[in-house]
């Protein structure tokens, strides 16, 4: 390694530095071949490696280490964007988890759906009667409008940031390009300047942000929380019937089934993934101030409002009339709140899953190779679930600000919304990547009903709940405080239970039922109400 690839020249010791100048000119050679990113200082490779060897061919070791300090002082290297230097690990280390978000919620998807929003606004004054200087178009005219739009790719996006740094103005850079790419078409050659007729950049903008967050919750975010439902209840249904002593406030308590306490979540989260599929995005199309001014001036013959939300509508969104310059962005914070709703029950689940997992409940299925702890061998630590809950609270801490922000705006306009709204892939990222994960998690479980059995065998005390409800139905005196005399803070057996039983003053039918009872046995409807979850789901879901 070159000397500062790695740490800091000024800071090697003396001790530190037999070693280097051992090994520094092989191992900087092989930094300089291997190494995967492009350093924009030049002088970096000519000067500073060139003095780098050079200092530790010295034979005093002290004079190297001076001549490195000298030099490190005014020493830069500036490293290439790649999965090792970008800063948010979406984009790094967890890429291969959230790509499929990349071509909707980037900015190359911003850009796309911009440009997908200016030519249909153009076609869409192509159609309207009275605007005579912009004549129907024919089909090869709109089959080439509509080929740059399903033909827009990453060159396109690179010519719009191009023009972009002439301009400083992302959305008028893309009418700069639209205009460029129209003019070997005759027809729309001659109506140029109807790009982006009327239109402040927010009418571009509002319309292409909700249509990158409709294409990635239906087609991205919706199907992975569909998986994530349907395998938290694959769970419930097959571990419908094993029992599992229940802990509330972290002590033992009456039991259930592993089954059932999976359906409880399949059945919370099919409920927030339902109002996530209920909102509908909105826009607006209404000009500077949301009034149509420079319309009417114009135009004054046309309905405006109707024109826009015919086009908006056409887009598949949903027409806000009642707008200043922005879309004032409530469905959006609606949505994020309910992703934030959904991920809150995942880290619960998450939680769950992980003490069951300490208490032996599950085991995990390993991997050839993998490593749990780097000093324990046994350890197979439960890291998907960690893993999913970390990203989760990093998730809801992005998607709980756009939320709470993106509904406010200083009277007609500012622009705090708009870079705010850049970070909406951010979160959407986070949560896919933690739903992505939980599944890997779950995909490992194995259940310890062994573990689960012995656990109910060392809790005969449960019974106390059941056989003083009995006793109340049939008027014995003081039931509860009977039991409590003889369960709490004391160790409870099963003989001592089946003791405590017989000498009950009840009929003998109700004490049979009593003795047959057991902490395997007492978990109520717990069995049905697992196996009915599929049933229970499909009133809010499509996916079963």
């Not at 089959?143 to 060159?155: A, E, P």
């Not at 690179?158 to 301009?167: A, G, H, Y």
């Not at 309905?303 to 887009?315: D, K």
């Not at 160790?491 to 395997?520: S, Y």
């Amino acid at each position: 390694m070159e000397l500062g690839a790695g740490f800091r020249v000024s800071n090697v010791s003396q001790q530190a530095t037999p070693y280097l100048a051992s090994n520094i000119n092989q191992r900087s050679l092989n930094f300089r071949i291997a190494h995967p990113f492009r350093l924009s200082n030049a002088s970096f490779h000519s000067q500073r490696v060139c003095s780098c060897k050079a200092i530790v061919g010295e034979s005093s070791n002290v004079e190297a280490i001076e001549k490195a300090k000298m030099m490190s002082s005014d020493y830069s290297r500036d490293f290439e964007l790649s999965s090792l230097t970008a800063l948010c690990p979406l984009d790094g280390r967890y890429w291969a988890k959230v790509k499929e978000l990349a071509p909707l919620m980037s900015e190359y998807g911003l850009i796309r759906f911009r440009v997908l929003v200016e030519i249909k606004w153009l076609i869409k004054l192509s159609q309207i009667p009275q605007i005579i200087e912009v004549p129907s178009f024919s089909n090869d005219a709109q089959t080439y409008l509509q080929d740059l739009i399903d033909g827009f790719d990453m060159d396109d996006a690179l010519e719009v940031k191009k023009i972009e740094r002439v301009t400083n103005h992302d959305v008028k850079a893309v009418e700069y390009f639209l205009k460029q790419k129209c003019q070997s078409q005759p027809e729309i050659a001659k109506v140029l300047e109807f790009f982006h007729f009327a239109c402040t950049s927010e009418d571009i903008n509002n319309l292409a942000h909700a249509l990158m967050l409709k294409e990635a919750v239906d087609t991205v975010i919706l199907p992975v929380m569909d998986e994530l439902i349907s395998a938290i209840s694959n769970m419930a249904v097959q571990n419908a019937g094993v029992p599992m002593l229940s802990r509330t406030h972290g002590q033992p308590a009456s039991p259930t089934t592993l089954g059932k306490e999976m359906a409880i979540f399949a059945y919370r989260l099919i409920g927030e993934r339902h109002e996530i599929s209920k909102i509908k995005m909105l826009g607006k199309y209404a000009g500077a101030v949301g009034n149509y001014n420079a319309h009417l001036v114009a135009y004054p013959d046309i309905n405006w409002p109707q024109i826009a939300e015919e086009f908006v509508t056409s887009l598949g969104i949903g027409f806000n009339p009642y707008v200043p310059q922005i879309e004032p962005h409530d469905y959006m914070a609606k949505l994020f709140h309910s992703v934030v709703q959904f991920n809150n029950i995942l880290i619960d689940f998450n939680r769950d899953v992980w003490g069951y997992i300490s208490l032996g409940y599950f085991k995990q299925i390993t991997k050839a190779g993998e490593i749990g702890s780097s000093t324990m061998p046994h350890k197979v630590n439960p890291i998907d679930f960690e893993n999913s809950e970390g990203n989760l609270g990093i998730a809801n801490g992005g998607l709980s600000h756009l939320s709470m922000k993106l509904p406010i705006s200083r009277w007609q306009r500012d622009l705090t919304d708009s870079t705010v709204l850049r970070n909406m892939g951010v979160g959407l990222g986070h949560s896919l990547l933690a739903y992505k994960t939980a599944l890997q998690g779950i995909s490992k479980l194995q259940v310890n009903e062994l573990s689960m059995s012995e656990d109910l065998n060392r809790s005969w005390e449960v019974l106390a709940e059941p056989i003083q409800t009995v006793m109340r139905r049939f008027g014995v005196p003081e039931p509860y405080e009977k039991l409590k005399e003889l369960t709490r803070g004391r160790a409870v057996t099963k003989e001592r239970i089946r003791e405590f039983i017989q000498g009950l003053d009840i009929p003998e039918d109700a004490k049979k039922n009593l003795l047959n009872l057991t902490p395997h046995s007492y978990i109520g409807v717990a069995v049905e109400l697992a196996k009915n979850i599929s049933t229970n789901l499909i009133n809010g879901a499509t996916f079963l």
